[in-house]
């Protein structure tokens, strides 16, 4: 099973990996966006310090992409990724138009098709993550964000078809969450499972806490995740390995009312065995 965990920008990481070489790509880009939060909210929490405190440090703020670097980051996803397979992309509502100018969707099907987008991306499908939970908010309390799925070449089935767009998993909150924007285990796991088949390769260059890798090796897939961030690559190994200290405080949360399937999605994660990991070079060129 192919698995690895890599810390590299993601730019470079992509340039290196072969065409065609991956089943699915699964991130939630670190957007240039977030830099308004840096000094309030959930960062201050975290360790970044309240702005105008004395006590904020930028440096312990987690570095972002730009919006030109997002639209190289969807270049390079499509290249690598196998022909008929899905990339699925978070972002909240600012990010959302930049992710449609970065592919292209802005300009009319037509215009796209003419400027050369459509030889990436074949269709878009916009779903919703409901975080069951709302967030705090200086307007509306947000409860959700988007997952933006690509399509590269023919549209490959889902492994499900009953599964609706709105995705129903609480947020993590409070001393599970290890980084500010970690994503639920179980919410990666239903993405993984309907676009890939067991023992079929995720990829995922900006990996946080390590929720796509951990994703995917408890439902059989391989990985290849990447983080610029020493911090990241080291929360993401330890969990992978089962450190006690940190895989006690990460127990995928749900609600009773998100079904049986859930609970099965849960039970895989808490027993799954994680072995030493393993690389397969040919997905990497000389």
Not at 212 to 236: F, P
Not at 253 to 274: F, N, V
Request: glycine share 8%; with cysteine; proline share 4%.
């Amino acid at each position: 099973m192919n698995a690895r965990v890599i810390q590299s920008d993601f730019l470079e990481l992509m340039k290196q990996t072969r065409s065609e070489s991956v089943d699915l790509v699964l991130t939630d880009p670190p957007y240039p966006s977030l830099e308004r939060w840096k000094g309030i909210g959930t960062t201050a929490r975290m360790g970044l310090g309240r702005a105008g405190s004395g006590s904020d440090d930028a440096s312990k703020f987690f570095p972002c992409i730009t919006w030109s670097q997002l639209a190289e980051f969807l270049v390079q996803a499509a290249r690598i990724l196998k022909q008929n397979r899905h990339c699925y992309v978070m972002c909240d509502s600012v990010a959302l138009p930049h992710v449609y100018k970065a592919i292209g969707w802005q300009s009319s099907w037509a215009d796209a098709k003419d400027m050369g987008y459509m030889n990436f991306w074949s269709n878009v499908k916009p779903l919703i993550w409901d975080k069951v939970n709302a967030g705090m908010g200086y307007h509306y309390r947000c409860r959700y964000e988007f997952i933006i799925m690509l399509d590269k070449g023919k549209n490959r089935k889902l492994n499900d078809l009953g599964i609706s767009d709105i995705l129903w998993y609480k947020r993590i909150d409070g001393k599970d969450r290890l980084v500010p924007t970690q994503k639920p285990v179980g919410l990666f796991q239903t993405l993984i499972k309907q676009s890939t088949q067991p023992g079929e390769v995720v990829f995922d260059p900006f990996c946080g806490a390590g929720t796509t890798a951990l994703a995917a090796k408890s439902t059989g897939r391989g990985y290849i995740v990447s983080d610029i961030s020493e911090k990241a690559v080291e929360i993401t190994n330890k969990l992978l390995s089962g450190c006690p200290e940190i895989k006690a405080s990460v127990a995928i949360q749900r609600d009773e009312a998100e079904g049986q399937a859930q609970a099965e999605h849960l039970a895989e994660c808490e027993s799954m065995e994680i072995a030493a990991t393993d690389c397969q070079p040919e997905l990497f060129r000389e």
